[in-house]
Protein backbone atom coordinates (compact mmCIF):
# COMPACT_ATOMS: atom_id res chain seq x y z
CA UNK A 1 0.00 0.00 0.00
CA UNK A 2 1.46 3.59 -0.76
CA UNK A 3 2.59 5.48 2.06
CA UNK A 4 0.28 8.47 2.73
CA UNK A 5 1.90 12.17 2.51
CA UNK A 6 1.48 14.85 5.46
CA UNK A 7 2.61 17.85 5.05
CA UNK A 8 2.97 20.39 7.72
CA UNK A 9 2.69 24.05 8.80
CA UNK A 10 5.34 25.08 11.94
CA UNK A 11 3.89 27.55 14.04
CA UNK A 12 1.02 27.14 16.16
CA UNK A 13 0.93 23.34 14.38
CA UNK A 14 4.32 21.43 15.82
CA UNK A 15 6.51 24.35 17.36
CA UNK A 16 5.61 27.53 19.42
CA UNK A 17 8.21 30.32 18.63
CA UNK A 18 5.94 33.23 20.04
CA UNK A 19 8.49 34.90 22.38
CA UNK A 20 11.26 34.60 19.50
CA UNK A 21 8.50 36.18 16.35
CA UNK A 22 7.10 39.22 19.28
CA UNK A 23 10.83 40.42 19.86
CA UNK A 24 11.81 39.98 16.47
CA UNK A 25 8.76 42.71 15.63
CA UNK A 26 9.03 44.56 18.80
CA UNK A 27 12.93 45.35 17.61
CA UNK A 28 11.95 45.94 14.17
CA UNK A 29 9.42 48.69 15.26
CA UNK A 30 12.31 49.87 18.03
CA UNK A 31 14.84 50.43 14.73
CA UNK A 32 13.04 52.95 12.86
CA UNK A 33 11.44 54.38 15.92
CA UNK A 34 8.19 53.52 15.60
CA UNK A 35 5.59 52.77 18.59
CA UNK A 36 5.29 49.34 19.31
CA UNK A 37 2.76 47.27 17.83
CA UNK A 38 -0.24 45.32 20.42
CA UNK A 39 1.17 41.90 20.57
CA UNK A 40 -2.03 40.42 20.49
CA UNK A 41 -2.29 42.27 17.13
CA UNK A 42 0.70 40.46 16.12
CA UNK A 43 -0.14 36.87 17.39
CA UNK A 44 -3.30 37.04 15.34
CA UNK A 45 -0.91 38.01 11.91
CA UNK A 46 1.60 34.90 13.01
CA UNK A 47 1.31 32.24 10.21
CA UNK A 48 1.24 35.36 7.60
CA UNK A 49 4.50 35.93 5.63
CA UNK A 50 6.40 39.19 7.07
CA UNK A 51 6.22 40.85 4.10
CA UNK A 52 2.00 40.62 4.42
CA UNK A 53 1.90 40.59 8.34
CA UNK A 54 4.09 44.49 8.20
CA UNK A 55 1.81 45.55 5.71
CA UNK A 56 -0.93 44.80 7.94
CA UNK A 57 0.52 46.66 10.66
CA UNK A 58 0.73 49.81 8.89
CA UNK A 59 4.73 49.30 7.26
CA UNK A 60 4.53 51.35 4.22
CA UNK A 61 5.07 48.79 1.52
CA UNK A 62 8.12 50.47 0.04
CA UNK A 63 9.89 50.04 3.66
CA UNK A 64 8.80 46.51 4.35
CA UNK A 65 11.57 44.99 3.39
CA UNK A 66 13.87 46.91 5.54
CA UNK A 67 12.33 46.14 8.29
CA UNK A 68 12.24 42.33 7.75
CA UNK A 69 16.16 42.95 7.48
CA UNK A 70 15.22 44.42 11.36
CA UNK A 71 13.46 41.67 12.41
CA UNK A 72 15.73 38.86 10.87
CA UNK A 73 18.84 40.65 12.71
CA UNK A 74 17.44 39.76 15.59
CA UNK A 75 15.13 36.56 15.67
CA UNK A 76 18.21 34.49 14.05
CA UNK A 77 20.09 35.20 17.52
CA UNK A 78 16.97 34.13 19.54
CA UNK A 79 14.59 31.71 17.90
CA UNK A 80 16.85 28.58 18.71
CA UNK A 81 16.59 28.84 22.21
CA UNK A 82 13.09 31.03 22.25
CA UNK A 83 11.23 27.89 20.43
CA UNK A 84 9.57 25.06 21.77
CA UNK A 85 7.80 22.05 20.56
CA UNK A 86 4.39 21.95 21.20
CA UNK A 87 2.53 18.83 23.43
CA UNK A 88 2.80 15.96 21.32
CA UNK A 89 4.52 17.42 18.58
CA UNK A 90 7.62 14.78 18.55
CA UNK A 91 5.43 12.01 19.32
CA UNK A 92 3.50 13.34 16.12
CA UNK A 93 5.74 13.18 13.82
CA UNK A 94 7.72 10.12 15.21
CA UNK A 95 4.28 8.47 14.76
CA UNK A 96 3.60 9.85 11.36
CA UNK A 97 6.43 8.57 10.13
CA UNK A 98 5.99 5.23 10.24
CA UNK A 99 2.62 5.14 7.83
CA UNK A 100 3.16 8.22 5.25
CA UNK A 101 6.26 10.71 3.81
CA UNK A 102 6.54 13.75 5.77
CA UNK A 103 7.30 17.55 4.82
CA UNK A 104 7.17 20.85 5.96
CA UNK A 105 5.09 24.35 4.25
CA UNK A 106 5.62 27.45 6.26
CA UNK A 107 5.45 30.84 5.76
CA UNK A 108 9.12 30.84 7.67
CA UNK A 109 12.55 30.97 5.96
CA UNK A 110 13.66 27.39 5.72
CA UNK A 111 17.16 28.64 6.49
CA UNK A 112 15.69 29.43 9.93
CA UNK A 113 12.93 26.45 9.51
CA UNK A 114 15.50 23.42 8.80
CA UNK A 115 18.42 24.38 12.15
CA UNK A 116 15.59 24.91 14.30
CA UNK A 117 13.91 21.67 13.51
CA UNK A 118 17.12 19.48 13.94
CA UNK A 119 17.68 21.22 17.49
CA UNK A 120 14.15 20.18 18.35
CA UNK A 121 15.17 16.71 17.77
CA UNK A 122 12.46 16.11 14.97
CA UNK A 123 14.71 17.58 11.28
CA UNK A 124 15.29 13.46 10.58
CA UNK A 125 11.27 12.84 9.99
CA UNK A 126 11.16 15.62 7.24
CA UNK A 127 12.15 14.85 3.25
CA UNK A 128 11.63 18.33 2.54
CA UNK A 129 11.06 21.81 3.86
CA UNK A 130 9.60 24.78 2.16
CA UNK A 131 9.92 28.00 3.30
CA UNK A 132 8.99 31.31 2.24
CA UNK A 133 12.15 31.99 0.10
CA UNK A 134 11.74 28.77 -1.46
CA UNK A 135 8.60 30.07 -3.53
CA UNK A 136 7.49 32.99 -5.17
CA UNK A 137 3.78 32.95 -4.04
CA UNK A 138 3.40 31.63 -0.63
CA UNK A 139 0.21 29.94 1.50
CA UNK A 140 -2.84 30.19 0.97
CA UNK A 141 -1.04 29.85 -2.93
CA UNK A 142 -0.92 26.26 -3.86
CA UNK A 143 2.57 26.46 -5.12
CA UNK A 144 4.07 25.33 -1.86
CA UNK A 145 2.34 22.43 -1.20
CA UNK A 146 2.85 21.71 -5.05
CA UNK A 147 6.37 22.37 -4.83
CA UNK A 148 6.50 19.88 -1.44
CA UNK A 149 4.40 16.84 -3.63
CA UNK A 150 7.22 17.64 -6.58
CA UNK A 151 9.86 17.03 -4.38
CA UNK A 152 8.63 13.98 -2.74
CA UNK A 153 7.92 12.38 -6.13
CA UNK A 154 4.18 12.11 -4.47
CA UNK A 155 1.07 12.99 -6.00
CA UNK A 156 -1.66 14.35 -4.84
CA UNK A 157 -3.40 10.81 -3.78
CA UNK A 158 -4.03 10.64 0.34
CA UNK A 159 -2.00 13.51 0.46
CA UNK A 160 -2.96 16.00 3.97
CA UNK A 161 -1.95 19.44 4.93
CA UNK A 162 -2.08 19.99 8.76
CA UNK A 163 -2.12 23.81 9.93
CA UNK A 164 -3.44 26.04 12.65
CA UNK A 165 -5.05 28.39 10.30
CA UNK A 166 -6.99 29.64 7.44
CA UNK A 167 -3.90 29.84 5.36
CA UNK A 168 -3.18 26.36 5.33
CA UNK A 169 -6.83 25.13 4.48
CA UNK A 170 -7.04 27.39 1.81
CA UNK A 171 -3.29 26.27 0.08
CA UNK A 172 -4.91 22.89 1.02
CA UNK A 173 -7.84 23.47 -1.14
CA UNK A 174 -5.97 25.52 -3.85
CA UNK A 175 -3.43 22.78 -4.24
CA UNK A 176 -6.75 19.87 -4.40
CA UNK A 177 -5.27 18.12 -1.34
CA UNK A 178 -7.31 17.66 2.14
CA UNK A 179 -7.00 19.78 4.74
CA UNK A 180 -6.82 18.84 8.69
CA UNK A 181 -7.39 21.79 11.04
CA UNK A 182 -5.69 21.95 14.58
CA UNK A 183 -7.19 24.63 17.20
CA UNK A 184 -3.53 24.87 18.93
CA UNK A 185 -2.42 27.48 17.17
CA UNK A 186 -3.16 31.02 16.17
CA UNK A 187 -6.91 31.42 15.34
CA UNK A 188 -9.73 30.29 16.92
CA UNK A 189 -11.65 27.31 16.66
CA UNK A 190 -14.68 29.29 16.17
CA UNK A 191 -13.13 30.56 13.12
CA UNK A 192 -12.00 27.47 11.76
CA UNK A 193 -15.00 25.75 12.17
CA UNK A 194 -16.59 27.45 9.18
CA UNK A 195 -14.09 25.30 7.19
CA UNK A 196 -16.66 21.89 7.43
CA UNK A 197 -13.61 20.12 7.96
CA UNK A 198 -11.67 17.87 10.39
CA UNK A 199 -10.71 19.91 13.57
CA UNK A 200 -8.76 18.43 16.45
CA UNK A 201 -7.40 19.56 20.05
CA UNK A 202 -3.60 18.72 18.30
CA UNK A 203 -1.52 17.64 16.35
CA UNK A 204 -1.06 14.26 17.68
CA UNK A 205 -4.91 13.59 17.72
CA UNK A 206 -4.81 14.47 13.69
CA UNK A 207 -2.11 12.43 13.07
CA UNK A 208 -3.66 9.15 15.01
CA UNK A 209 -6.68 10.19 12.58
CA UNK A 210 -5.05 9.93 9.72
CA UNK A 211 -3.34 6.76 10.29
CA UNK A 212 -6.83 5.31 10.68
CA UNK A 213 -8.52 6.19 7.74
CA UNK A 214 -8.07 4.51 4.23
Excluded: W
Excluded at 24 to 32: P, R, S, T
Excluded at 63 to 77: D, L, P, T
Excluded at 90 to 96: C, G, I, L, P
Excluded at 122 to 128: A, H, R, S
Amino acid sequence: MLKKTILFDLDGTLIDSTSAILDGFDAAFKAFNEPLRDHESIKALIGFPLDVAFEKLGVAKEKINEYINAYRSVYQKIYIEQTSLLPLAKESVHEASLFADLAVVTTKSSKFSKPLLDSLGVGEYFKIIIGRDDVVNPKPHAEPILLALDKLSKNKNNAFMIGDTHLDIKAAYNAGIIPIAVSSGYESKESLTKYKISIFDNTYKAVQYLKNIL
